[in-house]
């Protein structure tokens, strides 16, 4: 059967490979915005159109019709006017390994489903582990942050019962788990996987920053154990989504130590940091954590998905296992990976970050980091230094906050006009930028995660938004009713 890959159909996938990445090489080529501007209902009417209980068109017409629909209104993370969320451009090797890895199509839940992949995972993750100061630690691949934030809760709410007394129910009811308000949505999220209590998650003060303060979170331990709480983690972020800054890890980690409380660092964000160069510094004070998250997928330009959870004590991995006779035999003395995962099915994702670092080096994926950090702190001085502009706040990583405010407006019409511009440029497709809300006031996000990018590249987009703020304050007499009235969600 030619219609699957096969020792028979060889010829057929090289033909068809090799036309597929024609392709998608020649919109790479022709690309000349991050977005087609295609309206939501077009692209809905698009999608309807397709007959997906129709017979077969062939694989050359069905590659052509991905073309036409995708890949032509395609949100496009190389291009530099992409300026919005946490993805960045991919590494080519990575793209690479993306090929083999979809056509063997192996899994890695079980040694005899994968053997040297299995290996290379482990391999791999006792590397990283290592760049994070977890000798002898382990951990396992996730499909992101999220996962992984959720899963090192898991290890931390078991320890955490294990070391009380208490029965199960009732110990349930009394953990808390300290975070900031900067920290990653899924903090809470994990709380409410949990079954942990409402309330559970406490919100620790941070430095004004967005920081958490070290202070402030040894007077919360102290009160929530006082009001008969029984603390379970502490979530330090290692690079928050919208400041991009860094918590102090190691002040943290003393007040973690004093109450043997849990330490999770999210740095999904800045684990990139691992190999850079020149900031690895801004990490101190993590080899002192239980556990990390890192995104591959974010700072070391890997294809989505690819992320991990770096564990300093490979034991504490034991908790969140659970036996099947048919994935891991007791008569068998095999590195099973489902033995530590959360997940059963598992892609090969290892083996682009494995071919990525043969290739470049783990130095040159820190360099590329580097760039973008610098790229953001010049955007920052160039945004400070612009009347028309307000900085909001400075970024250790590589996330830019502002406010665009043209002649006359007050601070009514700059919060309206940010979900107004932001909706302006998306709906053109010529550049996109996110928006957020910062101590209770919207603004506007660049995300630099493209390297490729220059500063001249950054101009261009900030000119699109202060021609969109212009534009948009001079609808009406009244600018604050008239934007307000024109709010969008984010």
């Not at 034991?318 to 006779?325: N, Q, R, S």
């Not at 261009?460 to 212009?470: G, N, P, Q």
Request: proline share 4%.
């Amino acid at each position: 059967m030619l219609d699957l890959l096969t020792n028979s159909s060889a010829d057929t996938y090289r033909s068809l490979i090799s036309h597929t990445s024609s392709r998608v090489a020649d919109r790479f080529a022709s690309t000349t915005q991050p977005f087609s501007g295609a309206s939501r209902s077009e692209l809905q009417s698009l999608v309807d159109g397709v007959a997906l209980d129709g017979p077969g068109v062939g694989s050359t017409s069905a590659i052509r019709e991905i073309d036409e629909l995708f890949l032509e209104h395609a949100v496009w993370f190389h291009h530099p006017a992409y300026a919005a969320h946490l993805n960045c451009p991919v590494a080519l090797p990575a793209v690479a390994a993306e090929t083999v890895l979809a056509a063997v199509n192996t899994s890695v839940d079980t040694y005899d489903q994968s053997a040297v992949g299995t290996l290379m995972e482990r391999r791999l993750i006792a590397w990283a582990a290592d760049r994070a100061g977890f000798a002898g630690g382990s951990g396992v691949f996730t499909s992101g942050g999220t996962q992984s934030n959720l899963h090192a809760l898991l290890l931390a709410r078991e320890a955490a019962l294990t070391a009380t007394d208490l029965a199960r129910p009732r110990a349930l009811a009394r953990l808390v788990v300290f975070a900031t308000a900067s920290s990653h949505f899924s903090v809470g999220k994990s709380a409410l996987l949990l079954g942990l209590a409402d309330d559970a998650v406490v919100e620790v003060a941070d430095d004004g920053a967005g920081r958490m303060d070290a202070a402030a979170l040894a007077v919360a331990m102290r009160e929530a154990a006082a009001s008969g709480r029984l603390p379970m983690a502490v979530v330090a972020t290692a690079g928050t989504t919208d400041r991009g800054v860094i918590d102090p890890v190691a002040e943290i980690a003393d007040v973690c130590d004093a109450h043997a409380v849990w330490l999770h660092v999210d740095a999904a964000y800045g684990g990139g940091l691992l190999v850079s160069p020149r900031r690895r510094h801004l990490l101190d004070g993590v080899e002192r954590a239980r556990s990390v998250t890192v995104d591959f997928h974010k700072t070391f330009f890997q294809p989505v998905s690819s992320s991990a959870i770096l564990v300093r004590e490979p034991r504490d991995l034991a908790a969140g296992a659970w036996h099947a006779d048919y994935l891991n035999p007791l008569e068998n003395d095999e590195p099973n990976q489902v033995d530590v995962s959360l997940q059963t099915t598992r892609r090969f994702d290892a083996l682009k970050l494995w071919v990525t670092l043969r290739a470049l080096g783990a130095d040159r994926i820190g360099e590329l980091f580097d760039t973008v950090i610098d790229l953001a702190a010049t955007v920052g001085d160039e945004i400070a230094a612009d009347p028309e502009l307000e900085l909001v706040g400075r970024t250790q990583l590589s996330t830019v906050l502002f406010r665009v405010r043209p002649a006359g407006a007050g601070d009514a019409t700059q919060d309206a006009l940010v979900a107004g511009v932001r909706r302006v440029l998306f709906e053109s497709g010529r550049a996109l930028v996110a928006k957020t809300v910062i101590e209770g006031r919207p603004c506007l996000k660049l995300t630099l995660l493209n390297p490729a990018t220059t500063l001249d590249d950054v101009r261009r987009i900030l000119a699109m938004v202060k021609d969109a703020a212009t534009t948009l304050a001079g609808i009406a007499p009244e600018f604050d009713e008239a934007l307000a009235a024109a709010e969008v969600p984010a």
